[in-house]
């Protein structure tokens, strides 16, 4: 776990020849946002003392409320290293918003998570693991680097290269994740044309939403230095399968248990994880607004195509809402069929 002080991070600033830092966060919407400053700056910044117009974010604040500061997480500092330049590196922190007041703004998404995660604690529970299985398309571009309809290749799930014409981006994007400290699973082409598949390890709730929104960024720079656009919307065309965020949770005791699994039920899981699919399901249509926040996501919530249509669950019906993996023991986990990656 990383700990790291305001020293460190000007160290490191100045051992990785680092030239410019992206304070990055998150609108409400799940977009990455991001204010760039010269490393000269860098101070600056580690004193709380970057403010931005969040009025001109959707959804925070108003025109007459629009000052707010950006507070760097520390221990999110990393050097993007797809980020090739000649003027010099570029390193990102994400930060958490605050309000003039200097109080948490109650907006902030990386803020909502947090007090959940507190809850957790509170609850009497350690760590919520989640894993996350995010599909994205591959498009080519044209002559003037605009994208088009036409998809990067024509291959099909767990098809290989020549007909997977696409391998090199994802294992780009793969050693990509890798040189920063990601620990990536799996890589393969998805069911449609174009389309494809990288998973990630399971790590703590803050840490793997972080990744998602890096890995975000990656993938669409990486695409494009190939030549292809990447989109994450869950429906780019219709009649055919959808981008889906399949999203395996899972939650710890202080001694690492994973509460889940009960070896002496029927089916292994225990009375806390039925108790977290009933509330899973129970509040599905509120936390849609979160989980499938544009109106292409309900696009892909159609039936015949292997995405969930119904608020339910199973031990193997991919058409459900909730599916539960086989694997047991410290494995046990509850997969979040719903959840897309726009």
Known sequence: MKNYSRLDILRLAKENDVR?????FTDMIGTVKNVEIPVTNLEKA???EVMFDGSS?????RIDEADMYLYPDLNTWLVLEWEKSPQGKVARLICDVYTTQHVPYEGDPRYILKRALL????????????????????FKLDDHGK?????????????????DGSEDVRRDIVLELQKMGFDMEVSHHEVAFGQHEINFHFDNALEACDNIQTFKVLVKNVARRHGYHATFMPKPIQ??????MHSNLSISDKDGNNVFYDPNTENQLSETALKFIAGVMKHAPEFAL??????NSYKRLVPGYEAPCYISWSDANRSTMIRIPAARGKSTRIEVRSVDPS
């Open 20 to 24: 410019y830092v992206r304070l990055q």
């Open 46 to 48: 580690l004193a709380n």
């Open 57 to 61: 974010i959707q959804g925070f604040v």
């Open 147 to 163: 994208p088009t309809m036409e998809f990067s290749d024509l291959g099909g799930y767990f098809d290989l290269a020549p007909i």
């Open 290 to 295: 979160l989980t499938n926040p544009i109106v």
């Open 119 to 138: 809850k957790l604690k509170e609850a009497g529970f350690d760590k919520f693991n989640v894993g996350v299985e995010p599909e994205f398309f591959l």
């Open 239 to 244: 009649g055919i399968n959808g981008s889906g």
